[in-house]
C-alpha cells in the first residue's frame, strides 16, 4: 500500500539555524509530491511541489525540496529558519496510476527557537 | 470567490445531534475533496467529488456520514447522530483538475477548515 512517512511529530531548531524535514514515500509508481503547510487556525497552503523534470524545487519562503527516486525521499530543507516559519508542515503525495488520490503524511510541528 | 469557503468555522453542538458543514470550492474546480483532521493525525480522506461522476465515499468512516454537491459546486457534508470522537476539523479542498502526468498541476486548495466540537 503506498504511504507517506514524515519522521518526527515535532522539530526544534533555533532561529537562524537549517530546517530539515523528513518525508519518505512508498508507492511503486513515483508520485508527484507536495509539501504544505498549516498555520494554526488556518488550512493548508502549497509551500511547493515536484512532478516532474528537475528533482530540486524550489517553493515559498526560502524552502526547498529534493526528490530522490534512489532514497524515495522528498525531504523539506530552508537554510536559515525563521520566527514566522512555526507551524505544521504536511508531505503528500499524490498518485499518478490511474487515480486521483493524495496520501498525506502525518505532519511535522516545526517549533523555532529564539 | 477567490479561495475555498467553509462554514461554520466552529461548531460545538451536542452528542447525537445532526450537524452540516458547508464548502465552497473555487469557482471551475471540477474536484472536490473533504478530510479529517484530528490531533495529532494526519490528514483523513473521507470523500471525493470529480464532476458529474460517482463520488468516492471510501473514507466515509461510518454511515452516519453523507457529503453531496449540487450542480458541481457547493458542497455539504452531514454528519447524523454526532459521536464525540467526531470532534475534528473538516477540511475541505478543491482542484481544477484530476492528477494525470502532463495535465494540470494537481495542487489541492485547501479551505481553513471548520472545527467541531462534539459535547
Known amino acids: 500500500a503506498q504511504s507517506v512517512t514524515q519522521l518526527g511529530s515535532h522539530v526544534s531548531v533555533s532561529e537562524g539555524a537549517l530546517v530539515l524535514l523528513r518525508c519518505n514515500y512508498s508507492?511503486?509508481?513515483?508520485?508527484?509530491l507536495f509539501w504544505y503547510v498549516q498555520y494554526p487556525n488556518q488550512g493548508l497552503q502549497l509551500l511547493l511541489k515536484y512532478t516532474t523534470g528537475a528533482t530540486l524545487v524550489k517553493g515559498i519562503n526560502g524552502f526547498e525540496a529534493e526528490f530522490k527516486k534512489s532514497e524515495t525521499s522528498f525531504h523539506l530543507t530552508k537554510p536559515s529558519a525563521h520566527m514566522s516559519d512555526a507551524a505544521e508542515y504536511f508531505c503528500?503525495?499524490?498518485?499518478?496510476?490511474?487515480?486521483?488520490?493524495?496520501?498525506f503524511g502525518t505532519g511535522t510541528r516545526l517549533k523555532v527557537l529564539a | 470567490g477567490a479561495g475555498v469557503s467553509q462554514s461554520p468555522s466552529n461548531k460545538v453542538t451536542e452528542k447525537g445531534k445532526d450537524v452540516e458543514l458547508r464548502c465552497d470550492p473555487i469557482?471551475?474546480?471540477?474536484?472536490l475533496y473533504w478530510y479529517r483532521q484530528s490531533l495529532g493525525q494526519g490528514l483523513e480522506f473521507l470523500i471525493y467529488f470529480q464532476g458529474n461522476s460517482a463520488p468516492d465515499k471510501s473514507g466515509l468512516p461510518s454511515d452516519r456520514f453523507s457529503a453531496e454537491r449540487t450542480g458541481g459546486s457547493v458542497s455539504t457534508l452531514t454528519i447524523q447522530r454526532t459521536q464525540q470522537e467526531d470532534s475534528a476539523v473538516y477540511l475541505c479542498?478543491?482542484?481544477?483538475?484530476?492528477?494525470?502526468?502532463?495535465?494540470?498541476?494537481?495542487?489541492?486548495?485547501f479551505g481553513e477548515g471548520s472545527r467541531l466540537t462534539v459535547l
Open positions: 508507492s511503486s509508481v513515483p508520485p508527484y
Open positions: 503528500a503525495a499524490g498518485l499518478t496510476s490511474g487515480t486521483y488520490k493524495y496520501i
Open positions: 469557482s471551475g474546480h471540477t474536484a
Open positions: 479542498a478543491s482542484s481544477q483538475r484530476t492528477l494525470s502526468r502532463g495535465a494540470g498541476t494537481g495542487e489541492l486548495f
